[in-house]
């Protein structure tokens, strides 16, 4: 396509767009009495508007009906989590059994570790991409160190090369061949969540499977952005977090994978929990843990309804959406535009004022692109908030803008670009 940079041009794109009335079922946030320019879906998903209906449907059944309300009412809370799966497996290209929601992204990286990390005097490393979300980096620490190794020996963190941002599938790939004696497993994001890149993860679960390393990812930036097929990818494990594109709110449950191979596995340890027990069986209460069939064995404690229920609002506007084919088709071209619109700044200019970071490639991104600002880049950054351009800011320079394909349209996108350039001099 051919992109003008016209408000004209940004409203026809607009007037075109099939998904353009899932706007509507979102809340966004206002500025000066007008809908603000949301980019930040990367860090927080906008409000579904049908949230509230979910969640007072679920303070009504515990009004009502209190501790009943596990066994009866429209939705049993005990089989809650069961509604969940159909549009989850959706996102993430997994068989039903394969997934479930619980606790939250960090504390399921942690629980997966346990399973999954099994180090051996041998065989002890764990390869991931340098740079990765400080969560990530910080439990992988400890868990080495659990371990008895040393975070600086047991680690490979992987960077790009000198003077490039994003990390090469090849060079991926030959790391993980020169360190197969000794890995013990591949942790990788899906995407990553400074500069935005997508990284190909069925040819990363096949090289850490060639090495004899599992192959696991943290999904944070990836499920509900870019499609998504787990089983076949062989991915090991994966878990992500619900609050960034998945638009269930602040905090919100998180899910994990754990891929059917893995099933009848009984080598395999966990931490165990009584919501882990078969289902059929766990109101026995008897002594010895028996655990449910799939990733549900790996459930620790009582579902988080309220959660649950926000969680599930969030999730069926996906459905209603048809999953994420079109979303991902609006989605390339809604940061095409942001991308076409940052160059032209640039171009202009004569200087790239603005460096984009994450790749041009759309299929090694997602929505975000990460933008490196040459100079001023916090007062650029703190002018796009002073005007209602919520996007933002990682140091030392960059910042980030992610264009969602069911709340922002090509106008926001338009608006954005223009005030990034305005900032240029009212920040100067
Ligand atoms: C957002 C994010 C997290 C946050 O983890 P919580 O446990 O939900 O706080 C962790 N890892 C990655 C890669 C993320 O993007």
Redesign the pocket.
């Given at each position: 396509m051919i992109y003008q940079d016209t408000l004209k041009f940004a409203e026809s794109l607009d007037a075109q767009d099939e998904l353009k009335a899932f706007r509507n079922e979102f809340l966004i946030p206002q500025h000066d009495g007008k809908d603000a320019v949301y980019l930040c879906g990367n860090?927080l998903g906008l409000q579904p508007v049908s949230a509230h209906k979910y969640l007072t449907t679920q303070l009504n059944s515990w009004k009502d009906l209190a501790v009943e309300g596990w066994f009866q009412g429209e939705n049993p809370w005990l089989s809650f989590h069961q509604q969940l799966k159909k549009p989850l497996t959706d996102l993430t290209g997994a068989r039903s059994e394969e997934i479930t929601v619980m606790n939250?992204?960090?504390?399921?990286?942690h629980l997966m570790f346990v399973s999954f990390y099994k180090p051996t005097n041998k065989r002890y490393k764990i390869l991931m991409e340098g740079g990765?979300?400080?969560?990530?980096q910080y439990a992988v620490e400890s868990q080495v160190a659990f371990h008895g190794f040393e975070p600086g020996k047991a680690i490979i963190e992987l960077y790009p090369r000198e003077g490039e941002y994003a990390l090469r599938t090849d060079d991926i790939i030959s790391a993980i061949e020169q360190n197969a004696q000794e890995l013990a497993l591949v942790l990788f994001?899906g995407v990553n969540?400074y500069t935005g890149q997508l990284f190909d993860m069925a040819a990363i679960a096949k090289a850490a499977h060639n090495a004899g390393a599992y192959a696991g990812f943290?999904l944070?930036?990836a499920v509900g952005n870019v499609p998504l097929k787990l089983h076949e990818w062989d991915a090991d494990f994966a878990c992500w977090?619900s609050?960034?594109y998945m638009n269930s709110g602040p905090?919100g449950i998180?899910g994990i994978f754990v891929h059917e191979k893995h099933f009848d596995n009984p080598q395999l340890q966990r931490f165990a929990g009584w919501w882990g027990y078969r289902a059929d069986k766990r109101f026995l209460m008897a002594p010895g843990f028996d655990p449910a069939r799939g990733a549900e064995g790996w459930q620790v404690s009582t579902s988080p309804i309220l959660l649950m229920a926000v969680h599930k609002a969030a999730l069926d506007v996906f459905e209603k959406a048809g999953g994420l084919d079109k979303l991902r088709d609006k989605s390339i071209l809604l940061t095409a535009y942001l991308e076409h619109l940052v160059q032209q700044i640039n171009r202009k200019h004569g200087e790239q004022l603005f460096m984009i970071i994450t790749p041009a490639n759309p299929d090694e991104r997602g929505c975000q692109l990460s933008i490196v600002c040459k100079r001023d880049g916090k007062a650029i950054f703190n002018y796009l908030g002073q005007n209602g351009v919520i996007g933002d800011w990682r140091e030392p320079d960059v910042i980030r803008l992610s264009p969602v394909p069911l709340y922002n349209s090509f106008k926001d996108v338009y608006e954005a670009a223009r005030h990034l350039e305005d900032a240029l001099v009212g920040s100067g």
């Open positions: 860090s939250s992204l960090t504390v399921n990286l990765a979300f400080p969560s990530d994001g969540y943290d944070a930036h977090c609050y960034k905090g998180s």
